[in-house]
């Protein structure tokens, strides 16, 4: 089977740097993912790591180590519009499992 | 382009009713997918989809049933709706060398009472 953990919620402030944890178990895998979600919104992609190493977009970093299990998503110069659900997910050749998500807040 | 639309955006049903929710995609994405979100649970695949007329279990699939008659429509049945299928049903797509980026719609909130 497959499991994803990943804290349940984070806070930080304006212009921090906050980073959410993933570790996963899976019988197949070809890659980890990050969505976003606002409340009341629907999931939106953020990365992809199909090798080990990180990935950078803006101010959005995710990280992958095959042989130790983990990613992480690296969220620079926090801003208020960053408060949402961070779910990473893990892939085989045509579908994708998720965590269960990270709630992150952002406070002023 | 309209992106991934669900049909209907809400729905109340009395437990024993069906019905069926419809996900439409204009991106000609191969792969379709439909998933539930309920609080604290993130997101589990019901049904996917990798080609028109193919459909595949998820990780939970009793009690709904799916078609993929066209390759830009997925279809999502609940035959007996149950309280237990009270839930926030997203559909998404995505092309066939790029399953982890996937294009989400925007949800559909049901309600069984």
């Known amino acids: 089977g497959q499991s994803l953990e990943q804290p349940s919620e984070v806070t930080a402030v304006e212009g921090a740097i906050v980073q959410i944890n993933c570790t996963y178990q899976t019988s197949g895998f070809y890659g980890l993912s990050w969505y976003q979600q606002h409340d009341g919104g629907a999931p939106t992609f953020l990365s992809y790591?199909?090798?080990?190493g990180l990935e950078e977009t803006g101010r959005f970093s995710s990280f992958l180590s095959r042989s130790d299990s983990y990613g992480y998503l690296l969220l620079q110069e926090l801003q208020m519009k960053d408060s949402a659900s961070y779910f990473c997910?893990?892939?085989?050749?045509?579908?994708?499992?998720f965590g269960t998500g990270t709630r992150l807040q952002v406070f002023p | 382009n309209a992106g991934v639309t669900q049909t209907p955006k809400f729905r109340v049903l009395k437990t024993g009713q069906s019905m069926t929710l419809l996900c439409a995609q204009d991106?000609?994405?191969?792969?379709m997918y439909w998933y539930r979100q309920d609080p604290g649970m993130g997101l589990r695949l019901i049904h996917y989809s990798v080609g028109e007329g193919t459909t595949a279990k998820g990780e939970v699939p009793d009690g709904y049933n799916v078609s993929r008659l066209k390759k830009q429509n997925f279809l999502l049945g609940l035959e007996s709706a149950a309280p237990s299928q009270t839930s926030v049903y997203f559909c998404?797509?995505?092309?066939?060398?790029?399953?982890?980026?996937?294009?989400f719609g925007p949800g559909t909130r049901l309600t069984v009472t």
């Open positions: 998404a797509s995505s092309y066939s060398d790029s399953s982890y980026e996937q294009y």
């Open positions: 997910a893990v892939g085989d050749t045509d579908k994708l499992i």
């Open positions: 790591n199909g090798l080990d």
């Open positions: 991106m000609n994405h191969e792969y």
